[in-house]
Structures are given as C-alpha cells and as structure tokens.
C-alpha cells in the first residue's frame, strides 16, 4: 500500500514490472529504461522482467547488453518460440517475486512513466489498478473495432471494468493465487479479468494516455491470431459464464 505524507510516498509498495516482448527492438530498451526511473521513485523492492517471445528482430541481443548494465533490476525470460501473447503474460506472472505485479506492452503504446498514477491510487482496500485510455490513437477504423470489442465483452462476459483491452494493470500478487491463467491468446486479458472479478478482487480504474504504434506490427489482426483469439473466448465464454449458468439451473430444480 502507497500512503501520503506532506506528498511524499512512505511504505513504499514492493513491484514487480514485466514487459511482453515480441519483435519489440525499436521499443523495449526504451520501455525498461523509463520504468527503471519510475520504479526507483515510487519503490524501494522493485525488479523489471522483460519475457521475449521468440522475437526475430534482434530485440533479445539488445536485452542481454541491457541486462550486463542493469543486472541488479532487470531480469530476462527467453521463449525459444513463440508462445502467443497469452503464453508471455503467464511466464510473465509465474516470473513476479513482488507484492504487485504491473506490466504493459513492450511496443509504447503506454508510457510507463504513468504506473506513477497506479501507485497513487493504490489502496489496502484495492486489489487491482486498472488503466484506461482517456483517448484511444488509431486509426479510425481500429477505433471502431476497438468499441465494438469493449461493448460486446463487457457484457458478453458480465466484466465491470470499462477498458478490459488496456493492458496496463497494477495487481496484487496475492489477489490471482486461487486461480490459473490458461489461454494462450488474446483472450487472457478477458480470462485475467473474470478471473479476478470471480475471486472477489476489489479494483479502481485510472486514466492513461494511449500512443499510436510507431515500430513493429500489431499482431491483433493477423488472421490466424484472429481467429485463435475468437476460437479461444468461446471456449472461455464457455467455461466462465455458459457451464456455471447451466450447473445453477440443474441445482436450483
């Protein structure tokens, strides 16, 4: 828990960082560099994990020159193939030593230097810091995908967060150790949420600024990804709303 006094923080939160990395070159030293700075300022405990999966574009020989000058925070996870996005976010996790786990994308769509405005919304009442982009820069029609998205899993999955597509997050460690993240997808971000909510985590929910992509490709509308993605959130749907709905109704004859 983050307290105030005379606008310092005092019991400072122990943090665990974690970037997914997938052909990031361009991003991710610059990603490490600013939380290192933001860390320092809002923790005393702090590591920075970056999990590479499977990059091609030299982004893991940049990590390792990193890590020889940041060894003391910065530890690497190496994904020998690609595992999908989901598989990053749970090595990420199994990774995290800390008391909270935060972590972003390693491409710079969100600027870390904003966990700042996490921690200060941080609460001993609060399990989840949950982001939200105050305006979202893409193009349109990703934009109009993106809301139409939001809507229908929001209520497709009964979530109470407003932005369950903004990976920007400051979780309580403590708060996931009853349950397992499985999908390998996009589709995580959706199971983590359910997940929490279903454990009972409390949560609050902080603006950020989201940034248009300027390195790499998204890998949100490789077909093949698409479709896994969609394949993946039935099954989810299933296993999280349809089959505990149905068990209720047997039970309740």
């Given at each position: 828990?983050?307290?105030?006094?005379?606008?310092?923080?005092?019991?400072?939160?122990?943090?665990?960082?974690?970037?997914p990395?997938?052909?990031?070159?361009?991003?991710?030293a610059?990603?490490?560099?600013?939380?290192?700075?933001?860390?320092?300022?809002?923790?005393?405990?702090?590591?920075?994990?970056?999990?590479?999966?499977?990059?091609?574009?030299?982004?893991?020989?940049?990590?390792?020159?990193?890590?020889?000058?940041?060894?003391?925070?910065?530890?690497?996870?190496?994904?020998?193939?690609?595992?999908?996005?989901?598989?990053?976010?749970?090595?990420?996790?199994?990774?995290?030593?800390?008391?909270?786990?935060?972590?972003?994308?390693?491409?710079?769509?969100?600027?870390?230097?904003?966990?700042?405005?996490?921690?200060?919304?941080?609460?001993?009442?609060?399990?989840l810091?949950?982001?939200?982009?105050?305006?979202?820069?893409?193009?349109?029609?990703?934009?109009?995908?993106?809301?139409?998205?939001?809507?229908?899993?929001?209520?497709?999955?009964?979530?109470?967060?407003?932005?369950?597509d903004?990976?920007?997050?400051?979780?309580?460690?403590k708060?996931?150790?009853?349950?397992?993240?499985?999908?390998r997808?996009g589709?995580?971000?959706?199971e983590?949420?359910?997940?929490?909510?279903?454990?009972?985590?409390?949560?609050?929910?902080?603006?950020?600024?989201?940034?248009?992509?300027?390195?790499?490709q998204s890998?949100?509308?490789?077909?093949?990804?698409?479709?896994?993605?969609?394949?993946?959130?039935?099954?989810?749907?299933?296993?999280?709303?349809?089959?505990?709905a149905?068990?209720?109704?047997?039970?309740?004859?």
């Amino acid at each position: 828990m983050a307290l105030r006094l005379e606008g310092d923080l005092v019991n400072k939160p122990s943090i665990s960082c974690f970037f997914p990395c997938f052909n990031d070159r361009g991003t991710i030293a610059s990603m490490v560099l600013s939380v290192l700075f933001t860390l320092k300022e809002v923790s005393d405990d702090y590591e920075v994990i970056v999990v590479d999966d499977g990059s091609e574009d030299g982004a893991r020989e940049l990590l390792e020159r990193m890590q020889g000058i940041f060894s003391e925070h910065l530890r690497l996870v190496f994904h020998e193939n690609n595992r999908g996005y989901g598989g990053a976010l749970i090595s990420g996790f199994a990774a995290a030593t800390k008391d909270w786990v935060f972590y972003t994308d390693g491409d710079a769509q969100y600027n870390p230097a904003q966990l700042k405005l996490l921690v200060e919304a941080m609460d001993e009442d609060i399990d989840l810091v949950q982001g939200y982009k105050t305006r979202r820069n893409d193009p349109i029609h990703r934009k109009f995908i993106g809301g139409i998205y939001q809507h229908l899993i929001r209520f497709g999955f009964g979530l109470e967060i407003w932005d369950v597509d903004c990976d920007f997050r400051l979780i309580r460690r403590k708060a996931m150790e009853d349950f397992h993240l499985t999908r390998r997808s996009g589709a995580i971000c959706v199971e983590l949420m359910r997940k929490l909510q279903d454990a009972g985590a409390r949560f609050t929910e902080v603006g950020v600024q989201h940034h248009f992509r300027v390195y790499g490709q998204s890998q949100i509308f490789n077909i093949s990804r698409l479709v896994r993605s969609l394949w993946q959130l039935g099954g989810l749907w299933i296993e999280l709303i349809g089959l505990p709905a149905w068990r209720g109704r047997r039970e309740s004859r």
